[in-house]
């Protein structure tokens, strides 16, 4: 265990473990995501004449993790909002949504 500034040779280059479940999670949710925005067209050709060089895979998998984000911080909000609607003053319902 040492900061990553004191890591030589092959433990500086140790690339972060992260469940495989977790990591087939968040990619199909990123592509569930991606499919549905509305304006992924706009985004690639946006994207293909601001950044020339960047293949399409690169910039679908940007998009990916924009609309992947974005839901993200959308569910965030919605969360937050009902947290403080007037209905999690009921019981019961605190019950039903313990979030």
Request: glycine letters at 6%; aromatic letters at 10%; proline letters at 3%.
């Amino acid at each position: 265990m040492a900061a990553p500034s004191q890591l030589t040779q092959g433990a500086a280059l140790g690339k972060e473990s992260l469940d495989k479940k977790k990591k087939a999670y968040w990619l199909k949710r990123a592509e569930e995501e991606y499919e549905k925005w509305g304006k992924k067209e706009e985004f690639r050709n946006w994207m293909a004449k601001k950044m020339p060089t960047l293949a399409m895979g690169e910039i679908d998998a940007i998009g990916k993790t924009l609309a992947l984000q974005k839901a993200i911080k959308i569910e965030q909000n919605l969360q937050k909002m009902f947290q403080h609607s007037f209905m999690m003053k009921d019981k019961k319902l605190k019950k039903l949504f313990p979030f």
